[in-house]
Each structure stands twice: as structure tokens, then as C-alpha cells.
């Protein structure tokens, strides 16, 4: 596929945008960000039209309403649109829109369209002139209600959150799911500032992804308080996130804090102490962070992901926590993403390795600044593993190999968009240097601050202004081979086969009916000892099982990493006694990552596996967030609608 690189680059002239990026409008300061109109930025997960009207403002007033488990209110939209313009599309997935006016209160004509399993439905509002007005609408007003099973929103009882006293609420908007909560226009390269007023009971806190202006909140009446925030950077409609619920906060450094439950607090902030120089490092590495405060937020355990970079506010699964900050890779990789992600974001999402492979790339290098190279070139091999592994399960030129997918919006493999888009970059750091690189990547990201990315628009900057020309680079580099075609080019570059000698050694000689006790698993970083599980063969006998659990304490894991890697061997072999760890487990946590292989390890051990996938699965899956159950779900065979 050849890309056609000049349309990637027109901008929406029809709405007036300067490729400046910045425009002063009526009394306010907000930025407008420019939505590109080539072929290959045309989004095909959004029902929104941007080139004739688009939303650059969003302003919420919602009441969360823990016991119907609603957020209902208004969202008032800013507007821009081409002349003549009639009608502006919105995105909508189970909305229950009550009203829709203008600015005056006057109101407008509206219309859900048919809709869509995964889309949900078109919302069209008219913003052509009244009668009697030459003026087109360019301000409306939705009042609506949230459905009560929104797919972006996860209400959790006291007995689900670490307190056990109080109700809790958390949003995850990747990719597509802040229709269900917010109509706007959910497409990644239209980026929109927005405000919020939400009111909570108290004595709930409610913090979201953007500048706190009221941090204790306002009275509101009828036991509630009101919380207002506002982001004056155009993002993403997916970064816009929002938990509330019993939650305490703790300075980490001048720029960064952490919220938790008051019973995590500690915890928490001791496992996040190293925040601020992971921000310094990050600064030194790609300039300066643009976003004000870093804070994070450790949800309760239902949390489906690791991390989740909401601006200023990163979410976090208390998994991470294993109490030696060995899992805090975690952390660097949603720092990295206030650049790559926040500040330059794939335009549509089969451009994801452009957020996340950029990102997995640029969490190694803070590694290395933080924790020395050694780390960084271990964590560098386990991720080409990762990579390793999805070629194996796709097949090596299968078209799911390709950087720039075209799959649904959440179905890349991480092993490729993830791990093979960072190994993609640092081979061509070892290529040019990394001084060089560094710099490049540096530029590339004060040019594209605050604007959307496609994949042939990244590769024209590269060429542009890293191989200026230089036909014996470009040959070097591969770099359309590297984004549009299956496989691993022939130039990648590979981890240091030093990086975990010992460990392979140790376990070629288990494998090799070696005693455990000689492996000195004790010594090991988690890096080394999730090598050594993952290297062990798959199929294991009892009593070999036995022995690995009695002399390195597997079942007793702190550590959510090499808790996983023990059970999905243990589980693969059958092997009974492990059967009651993973239901503790798979009860205590919604991490898809962990989740959801588990389950499946668990369904292709057949008659053994099967009865026991089925009956934890119905105790948990009432426990867990729509991310995870939608994949667990598929693997069962589950029915949807039996729940
Ligand atoms: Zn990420």
C-alpha cells in the first residue's frame, strides 16, 4: 500500500483553521486543533463529519446518580461549520437525549439514526438558521441521561472498593466508549477543550482528567457537591475520564500526586515515589510537559486495564503495586504518553502504534534513565518476546502483523502495535544514532503538539526531517516495510542476547531435569524471574509443578506479574492445587491482561478446565468492567444479554 502523502496534510480549510494550531476565540484563549481531511485519516469508528461541522468545545453539567446509575444533565457544544452547513453528527451509544436547544433555550430539530453494534447511533441536530435569523447555530445544548449499563462507566458497590463503605465510580473512555456517557463527536482526530460541572453525593470526591478549579468542591443541595474542571488543551473526546468515590490525596513531588482510598494511600505513594524524576527524565528526553500537574489515580481493583493516560490525571490498576516498584514500567508508560498519545494522537485507531508503540519505545528510555540500562535491556527483550509471541499466534505474514492495522478499535495484538511499533523505533535509533533520533523525536513532537497523526503523515515528517533526502538512509531504514507490510524487516534490531543469559541457562538446565533448588530464582529481578516461567516448557509434570511451587512460593506471589505467569503454566498442566489461587485471583481483580488469558487457558483445558472457567466466571463477571467482560465473553461463548 503506498499512502498518498499530500492529501494526509490538508487541513480543514472549511472551517477556517490555521495550520498555526492556535486561535484566539471571543474572550477566551482556547486552542482549536486542526482535523485532517486526507483519505487516510477518515475515521471509520465515528458517524461524525467534520468537514461539514465539528465540535471544538464540550461542556458538561451532570448529576452522577449512584443509584441509578445514570450521569444525567447537559452537554453544551461548541460548534464550527462549513458554510451552508445544515446539520452537525454526533456520536451516541445508548444516550437517552431528552432535549436539544440552542444557546437561547430555542429548540432544534434532532434524530437518532439506526444504529450500530459497535458505533451506536448517528445523532444529527440541525444547526442551519432559524426562520427569521441569518445565523446559523453554533452552540447546542443536549440534555440527556446516561443508560444505566454505559459501557464507558463502571459503578462499583462499597463492598468492590477497598473502603467497603462507600460507592464508587470510574469512566474508561478507549477508544470508542465516551458516546455512552457524553454526546459528542468520539473520533480521536477531533480534538475538543472542554469544562465540567459534576455533582456527587457527599462525601464523594469527584476528580477528572483536566485542571481541578474547586479540589474540596461546592455545596450543591440535597446532600451533594459540586466539582468543576476544565482542560484548555484541545484532546481527544477519549481523555476525557472522570472517578469519583471515597478518595484521599498525596503529594509526590511539586508537580505530581497521587489519589487512592484513604486505606491505599500509603501504599500507593510509596510504590510512586520515584513520579517526579521519572517526569524529569521524560523532560530531558522530549522537552517539556505541557499538561501542568501530573497526578495519578490507584483505582479499585475492577480497574480493566494497567493504565489508562487520562491528562493530568493517569488511572492506574492496583495490580502494579508489588511493594519494590518493579512493576512501575506501568507508570513511565503512561507518563510517556503526555507526548506520545495526549500530545501527538493517532487520528483514527488503526493508527494505534503511533500512540502505543511510540509510547512503549519511550517508557523503555525512562527505564534506562531511571533504573540503569540492564533493566532497560531486559524489559527491551521481554517485550520482543511479546512480539515473539504474536507472530506465533497470528502467523509471521499474517496481515494482523502490520503496524498500521485496519481492524476494529480495539482489536491490534499489543505484541505488534505495542511492542513491534517500538522495536520499529529503535531500530532506527540504532540506525541514525541516538542523538540524532533523540532530537528528531523531539522536534517531532513540538511540530505536532496538540494535533491528530496518520501514519503517512508521520512518515513524511521522518522523511522531511531525519533522512532529508539521503537515499542510502532511506534504503538502510526500511520504513514502508516496516508500517504497511506483515512481518519483521531484516534490519530490526535485536535485544542484548546478554540480557538474561543466566536465566535461560537456569532454565535449560531445569528443563533438563535439573533440581529448582539450584536455580537461584530468590536473586531475581521480576524481569528474570518472568523470563524464567515463560521460559519453562508448557507441559510439565505434577510432581515438576510441585517442586517449582514448594521452592519459589509461586502460589503466594505479591506480585501480580509472576502470579500470572505461574498460573497460566499450573492451569495449561492441569495442576489442581493452583485451582484455588486463580479463583482468588480472578475474584480480587478485572485486569484484562490478567483476565482474560486465564479464562482462556482455563476453556482449552476441556473437560477439567471448562466446569471450573464457567463457574468463576459467573461469580466474577458481575465484578468486572465492559472492556473485560467483552473479551472473556467471547472466549466462553458467553450470551450478552443472559447476564
Ligand atoms: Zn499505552
Known amino acids: 500500500m503506498r499512502p498518498v502523502l499530500l492529501a494526509a496534510f490538508a487541513l480543514l480549510a472549511a472551517c477556517g483553521v490555521t495550520a498555526s494550531n492556535e486561535q484566539a476565540k471571543e474572550g477566551t484563549e482556547r486552542m482549536v486543533a486542526p482535523v485532517l481531511t486526507g483519505e487516510d485519516a477518515r475515521d471509520p469508528h465515528s458517524f461524525a463529519r467534520p468537514e461539514v461541522a465539528r465540535v471544538t468545545h464540550v461542556a458538561l453539567d451532570l448529576d452522577a446518580d449512584f443509584e441509578a446509575r445514570r450521569m444525567a444533565g447537559t452537554a453544551t457544544l461548541d460548534l464550527q461549520a462549513a458554510d451552508g452547513a445544515r446539520r452537525i453528527i454526533l456520536d451516541s451509544r445508548g444516550l437517552e437525549i431528552e432535549a436539544v436547544t440552542d444557546a437561547d433555550g430555542r429548540p432544534l430539530e434532532w434524530a437518532l439514526g439506526p444504529a450500530d453494534e459497535a458505533k451506536g447511533q448517528p445523532l444529527t441536530v440541525d444547526i442551519g438558521p432559524s426562520p427569521g435569523s441569518e445565523q446559523a447555530v453554533r452552540q447546542i445544548r443536549i440534555r440527556y441521561r446516561s443508560a444505566p449499563g454505559a459501557a464507558a462507566l463502571q459503578w462499583l458497590t462499597p463492598a468492590q472498593t477497598a473502603g467497603g463503605e462507600h460507592p464508587y465510580l470510574f469512566s474508561q473512555g478507549q477508544p470508542t466508549l465516551n458516546r455512552t456517557w457524553i454526546p459528542t463527536q468520539d473520533s480521536p482526530g477531533i480534538r475538543q477543550t472542554w469544562e465540567a460541572r459534576i455533582t456527587a453525593p457527599e462525601p464523594l470526591k469527584v476528580v477528572m482528567s483536566g485542571e481541578r478549579l474547586t479540589p474540596e468542591g461546592e455545596p450543591a443541595g440535597q446532600g451533594r457537591r459540586a466539582f468543576r474542571f476544565r482542560m484548555d488543551h484541545p484532546v481527544a473526546p477519549y481523555l476525557i475520564a472522570i472517578a469519583a468515590g471515597d478518595l484521599a490525596f498525596r503529594e509526590l513531588g511539586p508537580r505530581t500526586g497521587v489519589w487512592t482510598e484513604p486505606s491505599m494511600l500509603d501504599e500507593a505513594a510509596r510504590e510512586l515515589a520515584d513520579t517526579e524524576r521519572m517526569m524529569e527524565a521524560s ?79 519511550f517508557e523503555n528510555r525512562i527505564m534506562e534513565a531511571i533504573y540503569g540500562p540492564e533493566r532497560a535491556a531486559q524489559e527491551a527483550a521481554l517485550s520482543w518476546d511479546s512480539m515473539e509471541a504474536a507472530f506465533e499466534e497470528l502467523g509471521r505474514d499474517a496481515p494482523g502483523t502490520r503496524l498500521r492495522g485496519d481492524d476494529g478499535p480495539d482489536e491490534g495484538s499489543s505484541g505488534i502495535v505495542y511492542d513491534k511499533g517500538a522495536i520499529f523505533l529503535r531500530t532506527v535509533e540504532h540506525i541514525v544514532g541516538r542523538e540524532r533520533f533523540d532530537a528528531y523525536l523531539r522536534s517531532y513532537f513540538d511540530r505536532h503538539a496538540f494535533q491528530p497523526m496518520t501514519s503517512a503523515r508521520f512518515l513524511a515528517d521522518l522523511r522531511a526531517n531525519l533522512v532529508r533526502g539521503d537515499a542510502d538512509l532511506e534504503q538502510r531504514l526500511m520504513l514502508d516495510q516496516w508500517v504497511y507490510q506483515p512481518g519483521l524487516p531484516e534490519n530490526a534490531a535485536r535485544p542484548d542476547p546478554a540480557a538474561f543469559a543466566e536465566v535461560d541457562e537456569a532454565a535449560r538446565a531445569f528443563a533438563a531435569s535439573g533440581a529448582a533448588r539450584s536455580v537461584p530464582y530468590g536473586g531475581w529481578n521480576t524481569a528474570e524471574r518472568l523470563r524464567f516461567l515463560n521460559a519453562l516448557p508448557r507441559e510439565l509434570p505434577r510432581a515438576r509443578l510441585a517442586e517449582l511451587d514448594a521452592t519459589f512460593d509461586l502460589t503466594r506471589s505479591a506480585n501480580a506479574e509472576t502470579l500470572f505467569a505461574w498460573l497460566q503454566l499450573a492451569l495449561a498442566n492441569r495442576y489442581q492445587p493452583a485451582v484455588p489461587v486463580a479463583e482468588r485471583f480472578l475474584l ?16 482449552d483445558e476441556g473437560e477439567w478446565g471448562r466446569p471450573i472457567a464457567r463457574r468463576l466466571y459467573a461469580r466474577a463477571r458481575p465484578t468486572y468492567h465492559s472492556v473485560t467482560t467483552g473479551t472473556v465473553d467471547e472466549t466462553l461463548g458467553h450470551q450478552a444479554d443472559s447476564s
Open 283 to 361: 523532560e530531558r528526553l522530549y522537552g517539556p510537559y505541557r499538561w501542568g500537574r501530573y497526578d495519578l489515580i490507584v483505582l479499585p481493583p475492577a480497574f480493566p486495564y494497567g493504565g489508562m493516560e487520562n491528562p493530568t490525571l493517569t488511572f492506574l490498576t492496583p495490580t502494579f503495586i508489588a511493594g519494590d516498584k518493579s512493576l512501575v514500567g506501568l507508570v513511565a508508560h503512561e507518563l510517556a504518553h503526555s507526548w506520545s498519545g495526549n500530545l501527538v494522537t493517532n487520528a483514527i485507531w488503526p493508527d494505534s502504534w503511533l500512540n502505543e508503540g511510540f509510547t512503549s519505545y
Open 588 to 603: 480480587s481483580m478485572g485486569r484484562r491482561k490478567f483476565v482474560a488469558p486465564l479464562f482462556e487457558t482455563l476453556w
